[in-house]
């Protein structure tokens, strides 16, 4: 997990044939280094045309879901475990080399009231599980807070590392996301300072999920910390252009956020790779 990606919501939340095909094609058109393919529907995947694709084009992979309503770990850890093992075994089969995401819950799970301790324990208890089994299988996992709008129970990179060290796994890391960053840190440096040890990997997602460097977010302060805790993890470009009502009602994504994945891949990539660049996570090409 080093290097430029995207996640292929940029273009198809369908990872079928026809939308592994023409999202492979299109990373590989940007000199993507890898993709994150979206795991919501296991079953779909396709894991050895998918490897194919990989293989041919020389990208590597993470998978990333949210698990769905009647397996949040929260209310039901067995339910998740069995959810989380299905997709870690069809991320190795891809090729993948971790599984991350919402992985402790829902995206748009929320109960109304905080979190309870009988909840954070089904979580821990599902997360341990998941991660244990994913190291007997040669994968790392992660989990991403994300806002208090689409989940309830881990919003902060100090949550995050909360809920590592209760669970103890070796091969367990933080997943940051600007976005969420954004409106839950004091701070996006303070957000990578706190999670420095376990941060493996970071979306780098614009204030309103459009084009980077369009919005609100700080990306000085954002590359600046990494650079000062010598990130060297995977750099993710998230941006939401094709949602699924599904998806969009979770993420709360009511109007495009760009007009096409064209001026997000044309403005937003240079302007990150600029800023990567600028402070020496990425060798300038």
Same mark, same amino acid.
């Given at each position: 997990?080093?290097?430029?990606?995207?996640? *292929?919501?940029?273009? *198809?939340?369908?990872?079928?044939?026809? %939308?592994?095909?023409?999202?492979?094609?299109?990373?590989?058109?940007?000199?993507?280094?890898?993709?994150?393919?979206?795991?919501?529907? /296991?079953?779909? #995947?396709?894991?050895?045309?998918?490897?194919?694709?990989?293989?041919?084009?020389?990208?590597?992979?993470?998978?990333?879901?949210?698990?769905?309503?009647? #397996?949040?770990?929260?209310?039901?850890?067995? %339910?998740?475990?069995?959810?989380?093992?299905?997709?870690?075994?069809?991320?190795?089969?891809?090729?993948?080399?971790?599984?991350?995401?919402?992985?402790?819950?829902?995206?748009?799970?929320?109960?109304?009231?905080?979190?309870?301790?009988?909840?954070?324990?089904? #979580?821990?208890?599902?997360?341990?599980?998941?991660?244990?089994?994913?190291? *007997?299988? %040669?994968?790392?996992?992660?989990?991403?807070?994300?806002?208090?709008?689409?989940?309830?129970?881990?919003?902060?990179?100090?949550?995050?590392?909360?809920?590592?060290?209760?669970?103890?796994?070796?091969?367990?890391?933080?997943?940051?996301?600007?976005?969420?960053?954004? /409106?839950?840190?004091?701070?996006?440096?303070? %957000?990578?300072?706190?999670?420095?040890?376990?941060?493996?990997?970071?979306?780098?997602?614009?204030?309103?999920?459009?084009?980077?460097?369009?919005?609100?977010?700080?990306?000085?302060?954002?590359?600046? *910390?990494?650079?000062?805790?010598?990130?060297?993890?995977?750099?993710?470009?998230?941006?939401?252009?094709?949602?699924?009502?599904? /998806?969009?009602?979770?993420?709360?994504?009511?109007?495009?956020?760009?007009?096409?994945?064209?001026?997000?891949?044309?403005?937003?990539?240079?302007?990150?790779?600029?800023?990567?660049?600028?402070?020496?996570?990425?060798?300038?090409?």
């Amino acid at each position: 997990m080093k290097g430029f990606g995207v996640h *292929t919501s940029m273009w *198809t939340m369908k990872w079928d044939r026809p %939308g592994a095909e023409a999202a492979v094609a299109a990373a590989e058109h940007y000199r993507m280094d890898f993709i994150e393919i979206p795991m919501l529907d /296991i079953d779909a #995947v396709d894991a050895p045309h998918t490897r194919a694709l990989l293989e041919k084009s020389g990208l590597r992979a993470v998978c990333s879901l949210g698990l769905p309503e009647p #397996v949040w770990a929260s209310v039901n850890p067995e %339910g998740a475990i069995e959810h989380l093992k299905r997709a870690i075994d069809k991320t190795r089969d891809l090729g993948g080399e971790a599984l991350s995401g919402v992985t402790f819950g829902g995206i748009g799970e929320r109960t109304g009231a905080s979190p309870t301790e009988r909840e954070y324990d089904n #979580v821990a208890r599902a997360l341990e599980a998941a991660s244990s089994y994913a190291k *007997t299988q %040669g994968l790392l996992f992660g989990i991403e807070p994300v806002n208090r709008y689409e989940n309830h129970l881990i919003n902060t990179g100090w949550q995050a590392v909360r809920m590592i060290e209760r669970v103890g796994s070796e091969n367990i890391f933080i997943h940051l996301d600007t976005y969420h960053m954004n /409106i839950e840190e004091k701070g996006a440096g303070n %957000g990578i300072l706190d999670a420095r040890e376990h941060l493996k990997y970071i979306h780098l997602s614009e204030s309103d999920r459009g084009t980077p460097g369009a919005g609100t977010c700080d990306w000085d302060e954002i590359f600046a *910390t990494l650079s000062a805790i010598g990130f060297d993890g995977g750099l993710a470009m998230e941006s939401f252009i094709n949602m699924p009502p599904e /998806i969009a009602f979770g993420l709360s994504v009511w109007r495009p956020v760009a007009e096409n994945f064209e001026q997000v891949m044309d403005n937003g990539l240079p302007f990150l790779r600029n800023k990567a660049a600028q402070y020496r996570l990425i060798t300038p090409s």
